[in-house]
């Protein structure tokens, strides 16, 4: 699927990879490839946190589709900095649910924390995220400060290797990443219904958990508030960039996918999910090689 859309992507001369530097683009083939890998990975690791963790008490497999679909509708599949910021995300993610209250959490937390580091160095215009491990830690558990300094532990040796990296090859990326803003909004009309349909699928799923959550246990609250404030973190990072860059972040991270995912499942007329989620495949399509001929 992934060929299909490089196939009519204006492919740029070169790939953003955050504060590693920009590096001269591959051909179409091998970016086709890499990025497919990527896609096809992360869609699959995504698939097995939401059905490892307590979300549902039976397993879907629609979670990868809903991350897949939304790579494609923002035409992220040409951009493996994203994908490998999306790939070190889920791990983290992944960590960072096996806290629980009353295990110790210092590995997880920790393993955690690095994880998010290293892929917040892919993509650093998301570093609100950076708060995401103190969320978890101040939901699940609590407060134990060794743990907390644990996460302050895995950023700075993050911190350290980039800044000896930047020290022998220089990129100027550093700190264009956190502070370059744009001005104004530029969103286009494609870009405006597509970032619609991914906030109305949002509201849907909110209405469908909340009639869930009342009679749920406790476990299954945590996720779904651990969720939640993964998406409100990276709306944060829009507002802070003035809602001009890189809109998909919001779109197809883990948060949002889990929240869908979960609405698809527990709602019992899924209708307005399909019908949306089809629609943005479609209007990928129809954007992506439509409007090259047409």
């Not at 983290?92 to 806290?99: A, H």
């Amino acid at each position: 699927m992934s060929g299909v859309f490089l196939m009519y992507q204006e492919i740029p001369q070169e790939l953003d990879l955050g504060v590693w530097g920009n590096y001269p683009s591959p051909d179409i083939i091998w970016l086709t490839v890499i990025s497919a890998v990527i896609v096809s990975f992360n869609a699959y690791l995504i698939n097995n946190t939401f059905n490892s963790n307590d979300f549902l008490e039976r397993n879907t497999y629609v979670v990868g589709f809903i991350y897949i679909v939304g790579c494609f509708t923002i035409s992220i599949v040409d951009n493996p900095g994203v994908l490998l910021f999306h790939f070190f995300d889920i791990l983290s993610i992944r960590q960072l649910f096996f806290v629980r209250q009353n295990d110790d959490a210092k590995r997880a937390i920790f393993n955690g924390a690095l994880l998010l580091g290293i892929g917040l160095s892919f993509f650093p215009h998301a570093f609100p995220l950076l708060l995401f491990p103190f969320f978890t830690l101040i939901v699940i558990r609590p407060f134990v400060w060794r743990e907390y300094a644990l996460i302050f532990l895995a950023y700075v040796g993050v911190l350290a290797y980039i800044i000896t990296y930047e020290h022998y090859y220089p990129s100027g990326n550093f700190i264009h990443h956190f502070w370059e803003q744009n001005s104004g909004f530029s969103w286009s009309l494609i870009s405006l219904i597509q970032f619609s349909a991914w906030v109305l699928l949002l509201l849907v799923s909110f209405f469908v958990i909340n009639k869930k959550i009342i009679r749920s246990g406790l476990r299954f609250k945590r996720l779904i508030t651990l969720s939640w404030i993964s998406v409100l973190l990276l709306i944060f990072s829009e507002f802070i960039h003035f809602l001009n860059i890189k809109e998909y972040v919001m779109i197809s991270q883990v948060g949002t996918t889990f929240l869908v995912a979960t609405g698809i499942s527990l709602a019992r007329v899924p209708a307005v999910y399909n019908i949306l989620l089809y629609f943005l495949l479609l209007f990928a399509i129809y954007i992506q090689v439509g409007l090259k001929f047409f």
